[in-house]
C-alpha cells in the first residue's frame, strides 16, 4: 500500500506542477477554460489520479484525499487569479480604446427641419384636432368604387374628366382625393363622425406653376343630427383665423362637386387680395345612403384644402414645382 501512496502522491506533485505552469502561460480566457475542464472537470487529470484510491487501506485514504483537495484549491486559486487578469486586461483595452478627448471639437451634423409641406400638413391637424377631429387615412391605391361611385360619381358622370387620374392594370386607380377616406370611415363608424383625413393625391394634370400630378390634400368631414351649411361657414371662420393668426374675411362661392349639394369654394382674405383655399359643401344625401346612413336624419359638412397651396400663400413661393425639387438652396429657408 505504501507503493500505491507514494505514486499517488507523486502524481498529485506532478499534476499541480503541469497544471500550474499551464496557467501561468495562458493567453486568453477561452485558453484558461480549456484549461479548467482539462485538470479540474469531471473527466479532468484530478478525477483520474484520485480513481487510484480505491487501491488504499482505509488509513491511507484520508491524508491522499486532503492532499487531493490541496492540489484542487490551489489550481483553482491560479485558474481565478489568472482570469481576474485578463478580464481586468480587458477592461483597460477597451477604456483606452473608448477614450473620449474632451478637447477635441465636436463631429457638426446640420439640424434637420420639416419639409414646408409636412410642417403646414401638421399646422392644419393641429388646428382640427383642437377642435375635436380624429385624424383618419386610407390607402392611396384605391378602387373605382370607393374614388368615384359611393362618392356620387357613376362611370358615365362628366365630373370624372376633372379628376382624371392614374389607372392600374389591375382595374384599380391612384385616388384623386382623400374623400375615398370618409367613405371607408363612415362604412365603419356610426354617427356622430368628425374626421380630418390627410393625405398624397393624384391626378393626371398638367404640370405647371401652380398644378401638380402628385399634391397633397387636406379633407374634413362632420355627419350628426342637425347639422347645416351655417355649421360649415362658422368651422371655416375658426379654421381660418387660427390657420392665418387673425380674424380673416371668408366668402363662400356657389360651385359643383358631385359629392356635395350645395357645393362652394372657399375664398379668403389676406394681405388685401382674395385667395381661393379650397372647396366645401353639404354632404349629398346619395353619398350618406352609400354608407348606410339615413339621410332623413343625418346631415353633414365636408370640406377639402391643399396643402401645397397653404404652403405657397403663407411662404409666398411662386411656383410649386420649388417644393418638390429638393433643392437644399431653397429648403434651408424654412
Not at 479532468?44 to 488504499?56: A, D
Not at 353619398?287 to 405657397?312: I, N, Q, S, W
Amino acid at each position: 500500500m505504501t507503493t500505491a501512496v507514494n505514486d499517488l502522491d507523486t502524481q498529485l506533485a506532478a499534476l499541480q506542477q503541469e497544471a500550474t505552469d499551464a496557467i501561468a502561460n495562458s493567453q486568453t480566457l477561452e485558453e484558461l477554460e480549456q484549461l479548467r475542464v482539462n485538470y479540474l472537470g469531471k473527466k479532468g487529470q484530478l478525477s483520474l489520479v484520485l480513481r487510484g484510491m480505491g487501491k488504499l487501506d482505509a488509513e491511507n485514504r484520508p491524508r491522499v484525499g486532503a492532499l487531493a483537495n490541496e492540489v484542487k484549491e490551489a489550481l483553482q486559486n491560479n485558474l481565478d487569479s489568472k482570469r481576474q487578469h485578463f478580464q481586468a486586461a480587458q477592461i483597460q483595452a477597451k477604456l483606452a480604446a473608448e477614450t473620449l478627448d474632451v478637447s477635441m471639437p465636436g463631429v457638426y451634423r446640420p439640424q434637420g427641419k420639416l419639409h414646408p409641406i409636412n410642417s403646414t400638413i401638421d399646422r392644419v391637424l393641429d388646428i382640427f384636432v383642437g377642435l375635436g377631429y380624429t385624424v383618419a387615412t386610407g390607402p392611396e391605391m384605391e378602387t373605382d368604387y370607393y374614388n368615384f361611385e359611393a362618392l356620387n360619381t357613376p362611370p358615365d358622370h362628366p365630373a370624372r374628366d376633372m379628376q382624371d387620374t392614374f389607372y392600374l392594370p389591375d382595374g384599380n386607380l391612384l385616388r384623386t382625393h382623400t374623400s375615398s377616406v370618409q367613405i371607408r370611415y363612415m362604412e365603419d363608424n356610426e354617427p356622430p363622425i368628425r374626421i380630418i383625413a390627410p393625405g398624397r393625391v393624384y391626378r393626371r394634370d398638367t404640370v405647371d406653376a401652380t398644378h401638380a400630378a402628385v399634391f397633397h390634400q387636406i379633407e374634413i368631414l362632420a355627419v350628426d343630427e342637425g347639422i347645416t351649411f351655417t355649421d360649415l361657414k362658422g368651422i371655416l371662420k375658426v379654421f381660418f383665423q387660427e390657420m392665418f393668426g387673425e380674424e380673416v374675411p371668408v366668402r363662400l362661392r356657389a360651385s359643383y362637386f358631385p359629392f356635395t349639394e350645395p357645393s362652394a369654394e372657399i375664398d379668403v382674405q389676406w394681405k388685401g387680395k382674395w385667395l381661393e383655399m379650397g372647396g366645401c359643401g353639404m354632404v349629398d344625401p346619395n353619398v350618406l345612403k352609400a354608407v348606410g346612413y339615413d339621410p332623413e336624419v343625418y346631415t353633414g359638412f365636408a370640406a377639402g384644402f391643399g396643402a401645397e397651396r397653404f404652403a405657397m400663400v403663407f411662404h409666398q413661393i411662386d411656383d410649386i414645382r420649388r417644393l418638390y425639387n429638393s433643392d437644399l438652396r431653397f429648403l434651408r429657408q424654412f
